[in-house]
């Protein structure tokens, strides 16, 4: 693997909305994120994906975009965007945006333009089908629910392609004038000042052509749209033009969204010439999922969360560099899903810290998970605003699975819990805005915020700190960013153990996953104690007894 200067970085994901508000209207905005940038270099951040706040209705929350060249007033200003640019370049650090190019909004240009005139230039813009049946369309399902169809505005027979919100029509990326204004869009922001990209659910931009049904998979008569990537051939051909005409020349950093991606095309996308800088594993994300709905989900136990991250990590290590997350925008907070349901405290959240963090590849925070930050517990449906989860609670209703339980599924998967504001402090509103916040703050703000766990150091935060200061220290740096991965003690229950081996040294990450005590064999003497999360670290004769959620980072003797 060819080393880049983005291998040793630490990433840091911020969902705007939600990060900081400075002006009291409850929306976390483009000053905020500048106002924080010091404490995000003092965590030990050096680079940062900001999800979308470009101009947009916000449907689906920005990744709906509306004009590709302009900040939605909602978040700032181009010239905030300039600033931001210029103050993390300052601090050294670098800022990626979100590409969200597979749909824009209908609310874009491109889309008025193509229901004005369908046969026109907009109109191929888009995937527009002209019938007067349209029992005959593809019997797709969108991600979001309903089918992947819907009535273009203004007319009676034509019809528009959305995978996500049919407020997000999906652009015709075979057509190449539209490939032409996306480079040009891409490169005007690199140009600026911008360090790069994360591809959002970038797979989908390659359709299984032409459209045709497959077997329905669920009562309702349509087969989910991830359905035809398995037939879609030839996403590379776009990708690897993407790739040359803008990333490549300015040496800029992408990080890819893709699930559902085939074994095969691993090199192509993270090989030394791939398509992306990275990707992200979503193997443990996806683990349990069920095409029936959210209540069917299977929970994980922490020898499948060790399997999946195992697994992924021995199958890319030949090829490239992975992302490793536990949580994103889309996802219930980490410590809520790959901790045991009545064993979440701040010693199990900085075992699973540990694990994931040391693993090969890159390491990505998102905003409050240095802190521990934890789902959020719902009342009613009526608190729901994620339209995703809204979707599946309909769904599960249909399938006669009863409010109560489907509402429990739903807080347990809605997109909203790792949404909900960043816990600042123990003022109100946990000194996220001084107005009324888009999104309720999570009620346990009072002791779950950063300015107590600042004080405290014990604390997740100065766990996370640790973490990053471990990865970047002269001793241990070239050992965990470039050294391989080995997993150790692989059967045993609820030990998550594995090995950083380079030519200089060896180290062993191990954690005791679960309340009770255990003792474990070492294999071989202990050099040092790099990292430790609890009070001692007891070794006999080459055995450890280790205390409940407790981690150890081991250098050990040649
Ligand atoms: O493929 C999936 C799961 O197997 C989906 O989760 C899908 O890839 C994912 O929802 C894509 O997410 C991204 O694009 C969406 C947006 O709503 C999400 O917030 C974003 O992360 C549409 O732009
Ligand atoms: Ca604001």
Same mark, same amino acid.
């Given at each position: 693997?060819?080393?880049?200067?983005?291998?040793?970085?630490?990433?840091?994901?911020?969902?705007?909305?939600?990060?900081?508000?400075?002006?009291?209207?409850?929306?976390?905005?483009?000053?905020?994120?500048?106002?924080?940038?010091?404490?995000?270099?003092?965590?030990?951040?050096?680079?940062?994906?900001?999800?979308?706040?470009?101009?947009?209705?916000?449907?689906?929350?920005?990744?709906?975009?509306?004009?590709?060249?302009?900040?939605?007033?909602?978040?700032?200003?181009?010239?905030?965007?300039?600033?931001?640019?210029?103050?993390?370049?300052?601090?050294?650090?670098?800022?990626?945006?979100?590409?969200?190019?597979?749909?824009c909004s209908d609310?874009h240009?491109w889309f008025r333009?193509a229901c004005?005139?369908?046969?026109?230039?907009?109109?191929?813009?888009f995937?527009?089908?002209?019938?007067?049946?349209?029992?005959?369309?593809?019997?797709?399902?969108?991600?979001?629910?309903?089918?992947?169809?819907?009535?273009?505005?203004?007319?009676?027979?034509?019809?528009?392609?959305?995978?996500?919100?049919?407020?997000?029509p999906?652009?015709?990326?075979?057509?190449?004038?539209?490939?032409?204004?996306?480079?040009?869009?891409?490169?005007?922001?690199?140009?600026?000042?911008?360090?790069?990209?994360?591809?959002?659910?970038?797979?989908?931009?390659?359709?299984?052509?032409?459209?045709?049904?497959?077997?329905?998979?669920?009562?309702?008569?349509?087969?989910?749209?991830?359905?035809? =990537?398995? #037939?879609?051939? +030839?996403?590379? *051909? @776009?990708?690897?033009? &993407?790739? %040359?005409?803008?990333?490549?020349?300015?040496?800029?950093?992408?990080?890819?969204?893709?699930?559902?991606?085939?074994?095969?095309? =691993?090199? #192509?996308?993270? +090989?030394?010439? *791939? @398509?992306?800088?990275? &990707?992200? %594993?979503?193997?443990?994300?996806?683990?349990?999922?069920?095409?029936?709905?959210?209540?069917?989900?299977?929970?994980?136990?922490?020898?499948?969360?060790?399997?999946?991250?195992?697994?992924?990590?021995?199958?890319?290590?030949?090829?490239?560099?992975?992302?490793?997350?536990?949580?994103?925008?889309?996802?219930?907070?980490?410590?809520?899903?790959?901790?045991?349901?009545?064993?979440?405290?701040?010693?199990?959240?900085?075992?699973?810290?540990?694990?994931?963090?040391?693993?090969?590849?890159?390491?990505?925070?998102?905003?409050?998970?240095?802190?521990?930050?934890?789902?959020?517990?719902?009342?009613?449906?009526?608190?729901?605003?994620?339209?995703?989860?809204?979707?599946?609670?309909?769904?599960?209703?249909?399938?006669?699975?009863?409010?109560?339980?489907?509402?429990?599924?739903?807080?347990?998967?809605?997109?909203?819990?790792?949404?909900?504001?960043?816990?600042?402090?123990?003022?109100?509103?946990?000194?996220?805005?001084?107005?009324?916040?888009?999104?309720?703050?999570?009620?346990?703000?009072?002791?779950?915020?950063?300015?107590?766990?600042?004080?405290?150091?014990?604390?997740?935060?100065?766990?996370?700190?640790?973490?990053?200061?471990?990865?970047?220290?002269?001793?241990?740096?070239?050992?965990?960013?470039?050294?391989?991965?080995?997993?150790?003690?692989?059967?045993?229950?609820?030990?998550?153990?594995?090995?950083?081996?380079?030519?200089?040294?060896?180290?062993?990450?191990?954690?005791?996953?679960?309340?009770?005590?255990?003792?474990?064999?070492?294999?071989?003497?202990?050099?040092?104690?790099?990292?430790?999360?609890?009070?001692?670290?007891?070794?006999?004769?080459?055995?450890?007894?280790?205390?409940?959620?407790?981690?150890?980072?081991?250098?050990?003797?040649?």
């Amino acid at each position: 693997m060819k080393k880049q200067w983005w291998n040793d970085k630490i990433c840091y994901q911020i969902y705007p909305k939600s990060f900081c508000d400075t002006n009291g209207d409850g929306i976390g905005d483009l000053p905020g994120i500048i106002s924080k940038l010091d404490y995000l270099k003092d965590l030990g951040v050096d680079m940062i994906w900001i999800s979308p706040m470009y101009a947009s209705p916000l449907a689906d929350q920005g990744y709906d975009i509306s004009d590709y060249y302009d900040i939605d007033p909602r978040f700032g200003t181009l010239a905030d965007m300039d600033r931001l640019l210029a103050e993390a370049h300052k601090r050294d650090m670098k800022i990626l945006m979100d590409l969200v190019v597979n749909h824009c909004s209908d609310e874009h240009e491109w889309f008025r333009k193509a229901c004005e005139d369908p046969e026109g230039r907009y109109g191929k813009f888009f995937y527009l089908e002209h019938t007067e049946h349209p029992e005959e369309l593809c019997n797709w399902r969108s991600y979001f629910g309903g089918s992947v169809w819907e009535k273009l505005p203004g007319h009676e027979d034509y019809y528009y392609l959305h995978v996500f919100h049919r407020k997000q029509p999906d652009l015709n990326w075979e057509n190449p004038e539209l490939r032409e204004e996306i480079y040009r869009m891409i490169n005007w922001w690199l140009d600026r000042g911008l360090d790069g990209y994360r591809l959002d659910a970038i797979i989908n931009i390659k359709k299984a052509l032409p459209f045709r049904s497959y077997e329905a998979d669920r009562d309702d008569n349509m087969v989910t749209c991830t359905r035809m =990537l398995h #037939d879609a051939e +030839g996403i590379g *051909g @776009f990708l690897g033009e &993407m790739r %040359d005409r803008c990333f490549k020349p300015h040496n800029a950093f992408t990080v890819g969204e893709v699930f559902n991606e085939k074994d095969s095309e =691993l090199p #192509d996308f993270i +090989g030394d010439n *791939g @398509f992306f800088s990275s &990707m992200f %594993d979503f193997s443990a994300t996806v683990f349990g999922e069920s095409q029936l709905g959210l209540h069917d989900r299977r929970d994980i136990t922490p020898d499948d969360y060790r399997n999946c991250i195992f697994a992924a990590q021995k199958r890319i290590e030949p090829v490239g560099f992975i992302s490793n997350i536990i949580e994103n925008h889309d996802e219930p907070r980490g410590v809520c899903r790959y901790i045991p349901e009545g064993e979440i405290s701040a010693d199990s959240k900085k075992v699973l810290a540990t694990v994931y963090f040391l693993l090969r590849g890159l390491p990505w925070i998102y905003q409050g998970q240095e802190i521990g930050m934890e789902n959020w517990k719902l009342d009613s449906i009526e608190q729901v605003d994620d339209i995703s989860a809204l979707d599946s609670y309909k769904v599960m209703l249909e399938a006669g699975v009863s409010e109560e339980e489907a509402l429990r599924a739903v807080e347990k998967y809605s997109r909203d819990n790792a949404r909900t504001p960043f816990q600042w402090d123990g003022t109100a509103q946990a000194g996220f805005t001084t107005g009324t916040p888009w999104l309720p703050v999570n009620p346990n703000y009072t002791e779950l915020n950063l300015e107590a766990q600042k004080n405290d150091p014990a604390s997740v935060f100065h766990h996370y700190r640790k973490l990053t200061r471990l990865r970047k220290s002269a001793e241990y740096r070239d050992t965990l960013v470039y050294g391989s991965f080995e997993p150790y003690l692989q059967d045993r229950h609820n030990v998550i153990a594995y090995f950083r081996k380079s030519d200089k040294q060896t180290m062993l990450v191990m954690a005791n996953y679960q309340t009770e005590p255990q003792t474990l064999p070492l294999p071989g003497n202990v050099k040092k104690v790099a990292l430790n999360t609890a009070s001692e670290v007891k070794t006999v004769d080459k055995e450890i007894t280790m205390q409940g959620y407790q981690a150890v980072v081991l250098e050990l003797e040649d």
